[in-house]
């Protein structure tokens, strides 16, 4: 007992080092204040950022690739199951018999295709799914049952011309229109209304010519329900002018997907 300090000696020390330790804790507690603080802002700029870029410069998180990434390079979220429909053309037959990689390839392409036009074309639509052993393939089906063949097509091109007129007089006689307009990088697009399998349904398409191949995309109706594509020309425009939508057709023209068109003279 002796050796130890008298109760007054103790009583500095074991305030100083509570105060030590409360110190300590403010520190802590300041600390993770500012990281969620830092958190926050962070994330406030990140959801404010839209418009246009937001279109042009998209995360490799986002499903869409980059200018400089390949679709097969990153994974389009989420994971649409493809719709299986037997083949009933000899280039569905084929593709049946492609190599893995390359049926691995397209399949990776349909599903950037799917995400993308999912986010691009009305709800009306309907969720947007690939169709196997057709890479030009996708089905619209809305929550109602309706479902709607979309057609989308990179094609290497044939000797007709980039662009043609719009046939006004003649669509507007049989209760169709047209439309044209000029893409991002002066590209020349044309989109047709026009009725389609019936005379009370109506299919809506865009087309133009990008690098070496013919784009088409096209919405149909769904016939049994008796539903015109619900997508006007002037959306159908506004998705084939997305940055996004123009960095999926310059990979499938830089790495072809299908075969050249062919037309029979006089047919």
Same mark, same amino acid.
């Given at each position: 007992?002796?050796?130890?300090?008298?109760?007054?000696?103790?009583? +500095?020390? #074991?305030?100083?080092?509570?105060?030590?330790? @409360?110190?300590?804790? *403010?520190?802590?507690?300041?600390?993770?204040?500012?990281?969620?603080?830092?958190?926050?802002?962070?994330?406030?700029?990140?959801?404010? $950022? %839209?418009?246009?870029?937001?279109? $042009?410069?998209?995360?490799?998180? =986002?499903?869409?690739?980059s200018?400089?990434? =390949?679709?097969? /390079?990153?994974?389009?979220?989420?994971? *649409?199951?493809?719709?299986?429909?037997?083949? $009933?053309?000899?280039?569905e037959?084929?593709?049946?018999?492609?190599?893995? #990689?390359?049926?691995?390839? *397209?399949a990776?392409?349909?599903?950037?295709?799917?995400?993308?036009?999912?986010?691009?074309?009305?709800?009306?639509?309907? &969720?947007?799914?690939?169709?196997?052993?057709?890479? /030009?393939?996708?089905?619209?089906? $809305?929550?109602?049952?309706?479902?709607?063949?979309?057609?989308?097509?990179?094609?290497?091109?044939?000797?007709?011309?980039?662009s043609k +007129?719009?046939?006004?007089?003649? &669509?507007?006689a049989?209760? %169709? =229109?047209?439309?044209?307009?000029?893409l +991002?990088?002066?590209?020349?697009? @044309?989109?047709? @209304?026009?009725?389609?399998? /019936?005379?009370?349904?109506?299919?809506?398409?865009? !087309?133009?010519?990008?690098g !070496?191949?013919?784009?088409? &995309?096209?919405?149909?109706?769904?016939?049994?329900?008796?539903?015109?594509?619900?997508?006007?020309?002037?959306?159908?425009?506004?998705?084939?002018?997305?940055?996004?939508? &123009?960095?999926?057709?310059?990979?499938?023209?830089? !790495?072809?997907?299908?075969? @050249?068109?062919?037309?029979? #003279?006089?047919?």
């Amino acid at each position: 007992m002796a050796e130890l300090p008298s109760s007054h000696d103790l009583v +500095p020390a #074991a305030v100083a080092q509570g105060r030590r330790r @409360r110190a300590r804790a *403010r520190l802590a507690v300041a600390a993770g204040i500012a990281c969620v603080a830092g958190a926050m802002v962070f994330g406030s700029l990140a959801l404010t $950022t %839209g418009g246009d870029a937001d279109r $042009t410069v998209r995360p490799a998180t =986002s499903g869409t690739p980059s200018p400089h990434e =390949s679709p097969e /390079s990153v994974q389009p979220e989420p994971y *649409r199951t493809p719709v299986h429909i037997d083949p $009933t053309s000899d280039d569905e037959r084929s593709m049946a018999n492609l190599p893995s #990689a390359e049926r691995k390839r *397209r399949a990776q392409f349909q599903q950037h295709v799917s995400v993308l036009l999912d986010k691009l074309l009305p709800d009306s639509v309907g &969720l947007i799914r690939p169709v196997d052993l057709d890479v /030009s393939r996708y089905q619209g089906e $809305t929550e109602d049952g309706k479902v709607f063949t979309i057609i989308f097509s990179v094609r290497p091109s044939g000797d007709g011309p980039e662009s043609k +007129p719009c046939p006004s007089a003649a &669509l507007a006689a049989a209760g %169709g =229109s047209c439309k044209q307009a000029t893409l +991002p990088g002066g590209i020349k697009a @044309r989109s047709l @209304r026009v009725f389609t399998d /019936s005379p009370e349904t109506m299919s809506t398409d865009v !087309h133009f010519r990008y690098g !070496h191949s013919d784009v088409g &995309l096209t919405v149909a109706p769904d016939v049994d329900a008796k539903a015109s594509a619900s997508v006007t020309s002037e959306e159908l425009l506004a998705a084939a002018g997305d940055s996004r939508f &123009l960095d999926l057709v310059r990979y499938a023209d830089e !790495h072809p997907m299908q075969k @050249r068109q062919t037309t029979i #003279a006089g047919g």
